[in-house]
């Protein structure tokens, strides 16, 4: 039989009791302390609290202010509590911490219900979203799997925690945690979820798609809403039940909710996929380079870093334009590739041409590679015909198949190219901008980078040249071959095809494109006025002074050959492309700023003067097609142009508020149209720029007008009407005969 415990035994034990727990609580509190202070490993200071770590994408930002795209390591993106909706904030304290407004960091109720749920095999997470802040936060290592470790890991969480709730505001610490969370997807923070799955912002959020934006953070692959529909769904549904529980949604508005579609609106966020992939990675080199010459660094000293450091750059962009000239630039190509291959049928495009297809198996990225690892030239050769799996692009999209690697360097030399640009002349801004066919394939830029022979186009600088030395547009000129002698060399004589015979205005030639009156103009000002003239409209590749650059047989990008342009229609003043209006960090510091210089090339007469010319191209020259077949019959002038072989096409539209430029070919010169019928840039480039105006001028918003050309305030003494030279001519005509000439 047991004995009673005796009134001293049980003072004593319970003494002991005590000791044991009083020293369990003195050895914890003294545990916690020297966590506290970093002797179980460093802990983030004041300072670091105070400006945590994250990698935050930068955002390139449109003229109307909507995100182009972003530069990121983490797609993240901050946003304040103001900009985010109630439903999201709603929504996360249902369902991760419904004490989040009433605890200091440590929810410990609900830590020791935790406990005992997992005790009895009903596993839950006990952590507040002021600790799961801290492990996003400050834990490289992420969340541990070892136990022990993983137990530490939980102590310094509730120190850095309770050192969250002392400094910063629920509203901050909620706005901290949305903004470091991941959503899958490459979709880091709120801001970059609202984008990437509903393309939206955070303030716009409904209570669905919040509901499910939370829901993906207990599982980022098993609620993803892109992979796992049904599980997503299921688990949005139980969050707005908890949403309810809560009182923070009506039973009403749930019933409502419940029944509705998950809708995404997915944006995949990726670097080469969205908009203007081209002048984005253009842009990130510029502003590199710019940093660097302006010595533009963080207060530190440190250099910025435009993946993780969240700068926000604003940029000229039209979000609707550059939109406009992608689905143009698609629309066109699609069936202009068609055509190309069909003018090949029954013919070899390669014969001959061994050297091209040895160079493009040299620049390709498989070739690079193998050599990297150290393949002979031999097994290289072997390699690449070697029928093997390849993902090759097409205009229906990307195909995968198996084929040989030389064969796919055959196929993308036969592969058009295509690039555009367009700007406002008034200020130099750059409102649209495609430098390829598609960036995922083929990342060169053919806008800025890349230069090609530009023809035709040219020809305005020479005709520009003879306006300027008192050259009517009416003058006549015999329209036959021209010989231009060239100091140290042969004479200079041009060919021409499409010739028409007789005597040509000026103004005719020029529609016309007709090589010979070009020529003519050429033998009267000479190639270093042309050359001169060039420069000062900003082409920066060279120029040469000789006398075939009136038919343009020196190379420029399509960014100089648009700012060239805007100079005749901005009333003879170049101002340079820009594309960046400023750059500011995340706190909105303005850390860089740029504003066009406007530079005078010509005097206004001339430029109005070449604007009539121009129009004359459109009406009833090479570009008639404009509005004869694409029904753009607002006052644009043009330019076409094509290159020996038809190699290049181009075509140049002005108008008052737009200048655009297109220009089309293969990525090697040796592989063109068969015919200049099927090759030349009223053909390869000019419905491109149909496209894009058509829809430019279709949206009221854009406030593109279709008025003409202002002619100058103080008039144009050069006679550009052709029947009033006319007269003028035959009234000197008979003055001459009077006075016996």
């Known amino acids: 039989m047991n004995k009673a415990l005796s009134q001293g035994e049980i003072r004593k034990y319970n003494y002991r009791l005590w000791k044991i727990l009083i020293g369990a609580m003195v050895l914890f509190a003294l545990f916690i302390i020297s966590i506290g202070f970093g002797l179980f490993g460093e802990l983030p200071s004041f300072r670091d609290i105070e400006h945590p770590k994250s990698n935050q994408a930068s955002e390139i930002v449109t003229d109307d202010g909507k995100v182009l795209g ?51 095999g009903k596993k839950q997470g006990g952590s507040t979203i002021t600790q799961q802040l801290a492990l996003n936060l400050f834990s490289d290592e992420g969340r541990q799997k070892n136990m022990v470790k993983r ?38 923070g709120i801001k970059s979820a609202a984008r ?20 993906i953070l207990k599982g980022i692959t098993r609620y993803s809403p892109t992979r796992n529909a049904e599980r997503s769904l299921a688990r949005r549904n139980t969050i707005m039940g908890l949403m309810v529980k809560a009182e923070l949604l009506t039973g009403q508005e749930f019933d409502t909710e419940k029944e509705k579609p998950l809708g995404l609106r997915f944006n995949a966020a990726t670097v080469n996929e969205g908009i203007a992939p081209y002048f984005r990675a253009v842009l990130k080199s510029d502003i590199r380079r710019i940093f660097d010459e302006r010595s533009i660094t963080k207060p530190d000293g440190t250099p910025y870093d435009l993946d993780r450091d969240g700068l926000r750059i604003i940029t000229t962009i039209n979000y609707d ?146 306006v300027e030395n008192g050259y009517s547009p009416c003058f006549t000129v015999l329209n036959e071959p021209v010989s231009i002698d060239v100091p140290g060399g042969e004479p200079w004589v041009p060919r021409s095809s499409g010739t028409v015979p007789g005597y040509l205005t000026l103004q005719k030639g020029l529609a016309l494109s007709q090589n010979y009156i070009v020529a ?40 100089d050959m648009v700012g060239a342009y805007s100079a005749f229609a901005n009333k003879g003043v170049w101002t340079k492309p820009t594309y960046i209006l400023r750059i500011e960090d995340k706190n909105g510091v303005v850390l860089h700023s740029e504003k066009p210089i406007p530079v005078p090339a010509m ?128 009234q000197n005509t008979e003055l001459d005969e009077k006075l016996g000439f």
């Open 603 to 730: 005097n206004e007469e001339v430029a109005y003067i070449m604007t009539r010319m121009l129009r004359g191209v459109v009406t009833s020259g090479t570009g008639w097609r404009l509005a004869g077949k694409y029904g753009v019959k607002a006052p644009i002038g043009g330019k076409t142009g094509t290159t020996q072989n038809n190699s290049d096409g181009w075509f140049m539209g002005i108008s008052p508020q737009l200048v655009a430029g297109v220009w089309t070919g293969c990525e090697d010169r040796a592989f063109h149209f068969t015919s200049t019928a099927q090759g030349d840039g009223a053909t390869t480039a000019l419905p491109i720029f149909a496209g894009f105006m058509k829809r430019v001028y279709a949206n009221p918003k854009l406030k593109i007008s279709q008025a003409d050309f202002e002619p100058p305030k103080n008039g144009v003494s050069i006679v550009y009407d052709c029947n009033q030279y006319q007269q003028q001519q035959d």
């Open 151 to 188: 137990m530490l890991q939980k102590f310094k969480e509730w120190v850095i925690a309770v050192k969250l709730e002392r400094n910063y505001t629920k509203e901050e610490i909620i706005v901290m945690y949305l903004n470091t969370v991941d959503f899958g997807n490459q979709a880091y």
């Open 520 to 559: 003519y103009l050429m033998k009267q000002v000479g190639p270093t006025a042309v050359a001169t003239l060039a420069k000062k409209m900003g082409i920066t590749s060279d120029v040469p002074a000789y006398p075939s650059i009136a038919l343009g047989s020196f190379d420029a990008s399509v960014y």
């Open 70 to 120: 972003t530069y990121f390591v983490q797609n993240r993106s901050n946003v304040t509590y103001p900009e985010i909706s109630p439903n999201v904030i709603n929504a996360l304290i249902a369902t991760e911490d419904i004490r989040f407004r009433e605890h200091s960091g440590i929810d410990f109720k609900r830590t020791f219900t935790i406990i005992l749920y997992n005790l009895i």
């Open 321 to 466: 334009m550059q939109v406009y000239a992608e689905e143009a630039q698609k629309e066109y190509m699609k069936i202009l590739q068609a055509s190309f291959l069909k003018s090949w049928k029954g013919r070899n495009p390669f014969k001959g041409k061994e050297l091209q297809i040895e160079q493009g198996i040299k620049r390709s990225d498989r070739y690079k590679a193998l050599v990297l690892e150290g393949k002979s030239e031999e097994e290289i050769k072997t390699d690449f015909n070697t029928p093997t799996k390849l993902t090759i692009f097409s205009w229906k999209g990307n195909i995968d198949t198996i084929m040989k690697p030389i064969d796919s360097v055959r196929y993308y030399k036969m592969l058009l190219r295509n690039a555009m640009m367009a700007m406002d002349p008034q200020t130099g801004y750059v409102k649209a901008w495609v430098g390829g066919i598609n960036y995922e394939h083929f990342k060169y830029d053919q806008v800025k980078m890349g230069t090609r022979q530009v023809g035709s186009t040219a020809k305005p600088f020479t005709y520009a040249v003879a």
């Open 196 to 215: 990437v799955y509903y393309n939206t912002t955070p303030d716009k959020l409904t209570v669905s798609q919040a509901a499910t934006l939370i829901g």
